[in-house]
């Protein structure tokens, strides 16, 4: 990916030609803040001796051992808009000091045998993608800090068509995935909003969420079995799709974030390609009203594929069509819906959504705009970038609670977001969607935009703060979908209590006794 900015670097979204009277109206006159170029981005010496260098080439051959400085640079951090904007000021002060390849299992158990024996932390890298500061280590007392680079391992170890199961190497990005399995007819229908450059490996650490959850499931949902590495060796879990033998291991290493140990490779659920897709879109007048048509959806079994509903103010600025933002007259609330599956499927799906759906209140607008949602559901990132260039702040954090306390949640984080913000004598833009739901409850996306002050990084943490603050006290997860990083730490010893907080430690003791893979992620 770019550098200082999301995704394809020969790639950036041109704001609408209607954006400036949104941002006008919104955030009054602002301050371009274009990032330093990349020649003027100075690295710290990287402290791996050439001691260290040779036992790691031994590991993977000299060739997959870089120290260079775009290496580094490329391998810094992740994508959260603090990580951003550390990078457009020409902060790499967090650079990784090696770039380790690895093409197998057995590569990466003696990279981590090494790492243990000279105590230098390893950082698993698979897409770069972390929005939670995953990818940025507590590397002070450590001999060095190296990136772990999974992108090797990036085939399909095993198609079962009668178990519809396929095994993929955790170094797969999501493109990479889907035309694999297409070839043979398949599909594993996971799409987050960072598909384009996640990876298997990625996916399975952080419990990834798609955009075709409702139809799909959570990726976790979708985990047959999976190996992980370790300083002591080789760890498989799973040997079928359900167990009684004790405790289900998958789900402690699902969401590890490379905290114990290398996701090496996953063996998830696969389907048909779909015959058919279809995507539209239903107004509803009110954010309570279209997530009560959601929920009864779901509680009644009738899952679209996709479900996705905007709060007022996101349908106003309509989001979900990056190409076409700004401002939106017509009121109320959009729900996106779709559909995938034979033809006969998705007409059943359809006449069954479109019935509940009318019967409490939606009208259907049409097909125009599921499809421009479609075409652009990835296009948000890019969006983020220009927005910065302008000296506008953008950042998102979602949560997830019951279906009874969604609105009191929504109303919390919401206020204390626009308290924080005020605060600094800024008035934000805060946004919200629902697109992942359960019979009992769903989850909350918030995007925060604002203008920058003097110190945008500064700025965002008491937003972050007092946002963090509200989801703990009003009965939301920290998290539903971005993992805990760094970012949320603060908050989940609340969540999960003393005694949860003393099963990670004594899990990492275990797993890494020596504390040096990815040391200040996750664990309290």
């Keep these: 990916m770019h550098w200082s900015r999301w995704g394809d670097p020969h790639r950036t979204a041109a704001l609408p030609d209607n954006a400036g009277e949104l941002m006008a109206f919104a955030f009054g006159e602002v301050t371009p803040r274009p990032a330093v170029d990349r020649a003027d981005v100075r690295l710290p010496a990287s402290r791996l001796t050439p001691a260290h260098q040779q036992a790691y080439a031994a590991a993977v051959t000299p060739e997959q051992v870089a120290t260079d400085d775009t290496a580094r640079v490329e391998h810094t951090r992740g994508k959260s808009t603090p990580d951003l904007l550390a990078a457009r000021a020409g902060d790499f002060s967090a650079a990784p000091d090696a770039v380790i390849r690895p093409g197998s299992v057995d590569e990466i158990v003696e990279v981590l045998r090494v790492s243990e024996r000279e105590h230098i932390a390893v950082v698993p890298f698979g897409g770069g993608t972390s929005v939670v500061g995953g990818l940025a280590p507590d ?17 399909v170890v095993e198609l079962d068509e009668i178990s519809r199961t396929a095994t993929l190497q955790a170094g797969m990005l999501g493109p990479e995935v889907e035309k694999a399995l297409a070839a043979e007819g398949y599909t594993l229908g996971h799409f987050p909003q960072s598909f384009e450059y996640a990876s ?10 798609g955009q075709s959850s409702s139809g799909y499931g959570r990726f976790d949902a979708m985990v047959v079995a999976l190996t992980i590495a370790t300083p002591s060796g080789t760890w498989h879990i799973g040997r079928s799709p359900a167990s009684a033998a004790g405790p289900d291991l998958r789900q402690l290493v699902l969401g590890s974030e490379g905290a114990f140990g290398v996701i090496t490779d996953v063996t998830v659920m696969v389907r048909p390609v779909p015959q058919a897709k279809a995507y539209e879109t239903w107004r509803f007048a009110s954010f309570a009203e279209g997530a009560t048509a959601m929920r009864t959806l779901v509680q009644d079994r009738i899952n679209p594929t996709v479900l996705r509903l905007s709060d007022e103010t996101e349908t106003a600025i309509n989001l979900s069509d990056p190409s076409a933002i700004g401002l939106n007259a017509d009121g109320g609330c959009q729900l996106v819906c779709g559909y995938e599956g034979t033809e006969q499927r998705v007409a059943r799906m359809r006449a069954e959504a479109g019935e509940t759906l009318t019967g409490l209140g939606g009208t259907l607008v049409g097909e125009k705009g599921g499809d421009a949602w479609a075409e652009g559901r990835f296009d948000a990132p890019y969006l983020r970038d220009t927005l910065l260039d302008e000296g506008v702040l953008v950042e998102t954090l979602e949560t997830a609670t019951t279906w009874a306390n969604l609105p009191r949640l929504y109303d919390a984080v919401r206020a204390a977001i626009d308290a924080a913000a005020k605060g600094q004598g800024v008035d934000p833009i805060v946004l919200c969607h629902i697109s992942h739901v359960y019979p009992a409850g769903a989850s909350l996306y918030f995007t925060v935009a604002m203008r920058e002050t003097d110190d945008p990084p500064a700025q965002w943490v008491p937003v972050k703060q007092v946002a963090g603050d509200a989801i703990s006290q009003h009965g939301g997860t920290i998290t539903h979908h971005h993992a805990v990083g760094r970012d949320h730490k603060p908050w989940l010893a609340d969540e999960i209590g003393d005694t949860g907080v003393a099963v990670l430690r004594a899990v990492k003791e275990t797993l890494d006794p020596e504390g040096v893979l ?7």
């Design 139 to 155: 590397g002070a007392s450590y001999a060095a800090v190296i990136a772990l680079d999974l992108r090797r391992l990036d085939r």
């Design 200 to 209: 298997v490996g990625g996916f399975a650490a952080t419990r990834s969420s």
């Design 518 to 524: 990815n040391p200040g992620v996750l664990i309290p």
